[in-house]
């Protein structure tokens, strides 16, 4: 029923101003699959070649708002995703996990005569047992998406692609080998980012950066009032925050919403005691 109401407020939408969503593309990837799992099928999508492609289409106004991959339940974090929050004035509109399920692609119908494998890293890594157990002596080949790689293997018949279902029917491969990724749970988080902010909607997620000053238990001490205040740290990533050597922005998700009253109290505090502060937006936790 949710995905049925996605889909009419979209059609909806399309005809009154249609929205702009940019995405990684080529078409065909797994995060053109999350745009339409959030915004439903009748919006306007545009396929990037890069992430930091994306922000920019946004921050420019080309587009309403992208959706960027942040996380993955094998491999972990996409720290490049991180990053680009650092200097970047747009705000995190939604979350959208999506179940990734990977599959051998190819033009040829005999494994035995595949040679290649491309993919993106990603999905290279969380496929990683099954290709050392089946196809241990094939190229491993990374490229910018798992579309693209769908793309390339078009051409070669000793080549195969680790992609989704539907770059295979995009691309017109035939399946060599289904569901590959190692773990059957897989699945990947993907953020919509936007300029606009969101109102709570009872059921929220707050995501922070910040950095703290460098002395002994700063971490610990900026931690401590969301723990007194019974707020739910759900994530926390550290990266290099490339000032100094050696310092770092802490990534942080938290349950609730900026504008809810004990959450907002407590960010007062972190925000006077943090070296760097900045939240990337409060939004409604995925729903399916």
């Not at 080949?141 to 995009?170: F, H, Q, T, W, Y």
């Not at 739910?232 to 802490?250: G, H, K, M, Q, V």
């Amino acid at each position: 029923m949710a995905r049925l109401m996605r889909e009419i407020m979209s059609a909806c939408l399309s005809l009154e101003s249609p929205l702009t969503v940019a995405y990684l593309g080529p078409e065909g990837t797994y995060t053109q699959a999350a745009v339409n799992k959030h915004f439903g099928h009748f919006v306007s999508s545009r396929a990037l070649a890069a992430i930091d492609e994306i922000f920019r289409d946004v921050e420019s106004g080309n587009a309403d708002y992208g959706v960027v991959p942040v996380e993955n339940s094998t491999e972990g974090v996409i720290s490049h995703t991180l990053d680009l929050f650092v200097s970047s004035s747009l705000k995190v509109c939604g979350e959208v996990y999506l179940p990734v399920h990977h599959h051998l692609l190819s033009t040829n119908d005999n494994r035995d005569a595949i040679k290649r494998v491309y993919s993106h890293a990603q999905s290279l890594a969380q496929c990683r047992k099954w290709l050392d157990a089946k196809m241990p002596n094939v190229l491993r080949i990374a490229v910018a998406s798992n579309a693209e790689a769908a793309r390339m293997v078009r051409e070669e018949s000793d080549a195969a692609a680790i992609a989704g279902k539907a770059a295979g029917e995009l691309y017109e491969l035939g399946t060599l080998a289904a569901n590959i990724e190692d773990d059957p749970n897989n699945t990947t988080r993907f953020l919509v980012i936007g300029k606009q902010s969101v109102s709570p909607s009872g059921n929220d997620m707050t995501s922070l950066m910040l950095s703290v000053h460098n002395k002994p238990g700063a971490l610990h001490d900026l931690l401590t009032p969301f723990a007194d205040a019974g707020i739910d740290l759900t994530r926390i990533e550290s990266r290099p925050s490339r000032r100094a050597r050696w310092d770092y922005n802490f990534f942080i998700d938290i349950n609730g919403h900026a504008n809810d009253e004990v959450v907002a109290s407590v960010l007062d505090v972190i925000k006077e005691e943090s070296a760097f502060f900045k939240i990337l937006g409060s939004y409604p936790k995925n729903s399916a």
